[in-house]
């Protein structure tokens, strides 16, 4: 079962500016994952936020976390055409043994 | 190795036919898992196992049968499946701790007919 909804369901924006996907879910977790899907292939992760930690950094990506309001915002900075795929949030739960995926954010990056 | 590897790529079946996925990893990882993804869907978990065992299995139809021989590999046998069953299936493994990603193999997009 989809665990939560990710809005926009599509975001389209030129090259270098920044990009924004918010992530909402709905139950208790142990961290929140942001994965990248190019073509109906493989999710490749991007970055892990823990539940008692509030924003994190990696390269272009800003990822924050409000475990009052059950949701996360990933922000990519100064974008690039290569940036164009799907973005999926993911909430691991307490067990730490289930990775459950919201609805997605398709993201097109225009040249 | 930092790779899930996931074969076939492609696979066309019948609906009277028998065929296996087959995902492989050598990371020491003790958690694997089937996700299923429809066109424009996120995953949908199937199962997971854990050191081998399973331990989630999300009321999956029994016509998709899992089995992990050992801790690197992972198999999805199906039989007398439907052409709704078409779809990517995906593998993945995790260290189980809470502190990494998961690792998706490419997947294996199956189509029924």
């Known amino acids: 079962s989809q665990q939560g909804e990710e809005d926009p369901q599509a975001l389209s924006i030129q090259e270098g500016e920044n990009a924004t996907m918010n992530c909402s879910y709905k139950?208790?977790?142990?961290?929140l994952q942001w994965y990248r899907q190019n073509s109906g292939r493989g999710l490749v992760h991007l970055i892990l936020?823990?539940?008692?930690?509030r924003e994190k950094h990696s390269g272009r990506l800003r990822v924050t976390l409000d475990t009052s309001k059950k949701s996360s915002s990933l922000l990519i900075t100064a974008s690039r055409a290569a940036d164009t795929a799907s973005y999926f949030c993911a909430t691991e739960n307490n067990a730490g043994n289930m990775l459950t995926f919201g609805g997605g954010t398709r993201l097109m990056v225009k040249p | 190795d930092t790779e899930v590897t996931q074969t076939p790529k492609h696979l066309v079946m019948g609906m009277t036919n028998k065929k296996s996925l087959k995902c492989e990893q050598h990371m020491g990882h003790r958690a694997m898992y089937w996700y299923k993804q429809k066109a424009k869907k996120p995953p949908e978990l199937m199962f997971v196992y854990s050191y081998e065992k399973l331990s989630i299995n999300e009321s999956v139809p029994s016509r998709f049968s899992p089995e992990c021989p050992n801790s690197s590999l992972l198999n999805l046998h199906l039989h007398a499946l439907q052409p709704e069953d078409s779809a990517l299936y995906l593998c993945?493994?995790?260290?189980?701790?809470?502190?990494?990603?998961?690792?998706f193999g490419s997947g294996t997009r199956l189509t029924v007919v």
């Open positions: 936020i823990r539940s008692n930690e």
């Open positions: 993945a493994s995790s260290q189980g701790t809470g502190f990494y990603g998961y690792t």
């Open positions: 139950t208790s977790i142990n961290n």
